[in-house]
Each structure stands twice: as C-alpha cells, then as structure tokens.
C-alpha cells in the first residue's frame, strides 16, 4: 500500500499533482522574470550613479596640470647712488733740494723721505649701467667723491757745513678726490678704471735742536690736471642688491711746492715737498635703489 492510499490521497493524486506542477512553473517564471528586472534597475541605477561622479569630477579643478610659471628674479643691476667708508695705508718716497742757512754756516744738497701711513673715509657716487653697447654688450659709468684723513708721515736729516744736523718732515693728514669710474661687470662682479682731480693737505716741517729753532707750514693745495690729479683702478663685488665691497688703487698726485722758514735774522730753511702717494684700500658701499628696482627680464614661454 502506498502512502496516498494510507492517507486516503489516491483518489485524487492526479489532479493534485497536476495543480502542483503548475504553480511551480508559474513560481518560477515569476521568480525569473523579477530576477532580469532587479538586474536592470541595479544596473540603471549604477549607471546614473557614474554619470553624476563623473559631472561631479569634471567640475574639480584639475591637479595634473601644468604648474604655474613663475618668472625669475629680475637681473642685478649697478644703476644708483650710493655711500660708503674706506680705508687702507698710503705710501710714498721722494727726494728733494734744501738750503739751510744760519750764522757763519750753510748746507746744501739734496735728500729723500719716504713717507707711509693710514688713511680712512668715506665716499658718495652714482653709478649707471648701459646695455646694448656694441661688441661688449654692456658696461658700468659712474661719479665718485671721496675724502680721506691720513697719517702718512716720513722725516729725514741733513747736516750743514760745521755738521749741525736740521730734521726735516713731511706729513699727509687729509685728501680728497672727484673722479670718474668706467667699469666692465661681470654680473655682481665690476673691474673699473677711475681718475679725475684731487685735493691735498700736507704739513711741512723743520727742527734744528742745537740752536732751538722749529716751525711747521701747512698747506692745501688743488688744481686741475695735470699738475694736480689721481689715476687709479679697483674691483668691487655686490653681496647683494645693496651692499657692495671694493679693493682700489689710486696714485694721488699734487705737484711739488717749496717751503721756506726764516725763524730769525740770518737764519733761513728752505726744502721742496709734494703729495704724490700710492694709495691702497678697501672699500664698503651701500646702493640705494632710488629707480625703483633692477632691470626686469622678459620671459620667454
């Protein structure tokens, strides 16, 4: 006996199998067709969902571009006024006549004083720079006014007939200089020739210990060339675009002059002198950039 028939089922087993089979066919075709519409709608909505990202990133600014050029700094330039100190030692040596003449003797002749000491100050000067010159392409003209205290100082002795010894001195206590400067640079490097006038105090002076007599005469003297002039050439290097440091060479030149001192009857010195003395210092400027700033570079993109 089957279980239906245990159960009372085996009058209707195939009608009620046939109902079953029906409903799972329907079930089944149910279940498919609400499958392909969810995977439809899940794929219409991930669809809207990459639409509004990608909106949404076409809307941010874009970091893979290109940076911003940012020009460079404009290029030094040697254009502006400008002051400064200085400082470094002055050296001479120069011969020269004399005539001593006291009571019963007299000297004669002729002798030498080397003279070297420091000297220190301060300047004022412009400067201009030039572009576009033929063959060197630039360069730097300039004005500069200087003036110096000096302690370049040198003496000799000399003997009259009967051996009495007159000391005889010479001293460089002040100078000062107009001249102009005209330079190569080399960028932050600027090599310079310079000459122009120049100004010079000088303190002659004499002692004859053994009858007491001693004097001193000083004197300024100025002019124009070539009686009275400076030559030179330096270097000099900007640190930045204000402060600059120099080395300088001048050869200051005041023409020879002739001193005289009668201290008493009978009694007369008389000696050549001048101021033509080397000149070695170092210098420290500061530039004002009164132009507003150096000269811009045009970029090129």
């Given amino acids: 006996m089957s279980i239906f028939s245990s159960l009372g089922l085996a009058q209707v087993r195939g009608p009620a199998v046939s109902s079953f089979r029906e409903r799972s066919f329907q079930s089944a075709v149910i279940r498919n067709s609400a499958t392909r519409y969810m ?15 990608s909106a949404s990133a076409a809307d941010l600014p874009d970091t893979k571009s290109a940076p911003v050029y940012a020009p460079p700094p404009p290029e ?15 050296i001479d040596h120069f011969a020269f006549p004399y005539q001593v003449f ?13 003279s070297d000491g420091p000297v220190a100050g301060g300047q004022i000067g412009f400067n201009y720079q030039i572009e576009g010159l033929p063959i060197i392409g630039h360069a730097v003209v300039g004005i500069e006014a200087d003036d110096d205290w000096g302690a370049v100082r040198g003496s000799t002795t ?17 100078f000062g ?3 102009l400067r005209v330079g190569y640079n080399f960028d932050r490097l600027l090599v310079y020739l310079t000459g122009g006038l120049t100004y010079g105090s000088n303190v002659a002076s004499y002692s004859i210990p053994s009858d007491g007599f001693s ?28 402060w600059s440091v120099k080395g300088e060479y001048l050869y200051d ?16 010195v008389g000696f ?19 132009f507003g700033s150096s000269t811009p570079v045009v970029a090129k993109y």
Avoid: Q
């Fill in 102 to 114: 006291l009571p019963g003797d007299e000297g004669l002749g002729s002798s030498g004083i080397t």
């Fill in 272 to 290: 050549n002198s001048r101021m033509m003395y080397h000149i070695a210092r170092l210098g420290l400027n500061y530039k004002f950039d009164l």
């Fill in 253 to 268: 030149c005041v023409e020879a002059y002739y001193n005289s001192f009668t201290p008493a009857s009978g009694v007369k």
């Fill in 215 to 242: 004097g001193s005469l000083r004197t300024t003297h100025t002019g124009l060339p070539f009686n009275v002039d400076t030559i030179g050439l330096g270097v000099e290097y900007a640190i930045d675009d204000h």
């Fill in 76 to 90: 030094f330039s040697w254009t502006g006024f400008y002051v400064g100190v200085n400082a470094g030692v002055g």
């Fill in 177 to 179: 200089t107009l001249r």
């Fill in 158 to 174: 000399v003997y009259t007939n009967n051996g009495v010894p007159v000391n005889i001195g010479a001293r460089f206590d002040n």
């Fill in 39 to 53: 995977v439809a709608f899940a794929a219409l909505v991930f669809g809207c969902m990459a639409g509004v990202a």
